[in-house]
């Protein structure tokens, strides 16, 4: 959202923003509480949340945490530190192209695509539990949009 601000700051050369311009900005200052408190929340509670997550995990996939639990847990704790990011930012296309496609080819790349879905759809689990609902709306969809991208074939 901000990049996009301040592109259409830069767009606006000799001239006032329209009122659709400020809506943006109106809107996502409106939003910035909740998006500071999301961000706070994975901050704090990160490594907690990705732990919860990959005890989990290990209910139905006990072989691959024991194997690969570490870098699992390294993953993950990226994973929120840049959807922190993108939340508070407001920017799900530095997300999607910076961060998740990248994700994605990895993961293809050591061919853990199911496992790396399972253990993403048990982070959401924790993260509807340990978040309030308007937080979870802001966080949930950079989760999904990581079981998506590991879930094509």
Known sequence: MLANFNQTLMQA???????????????????????????????NKGEALVVAALRQLATTHRQEVQTHGAKCKRDMSYALKEIAKAVLMDDSEVFQQGFALWMENITRAVHTTNSAAQAYTCLKTVVNEAMSAECVALVVPYIDDLITSFSRT
């Open 13 to 43: 050369d000799g001239r006032f923003l329209n009122d659709t311009e400020l809506q943006e900005l109106q809107t996502y200052a409106q939003s910035f509480s909740t998006r500071q408190t999301a961000y706070q929340v994975l901050s």
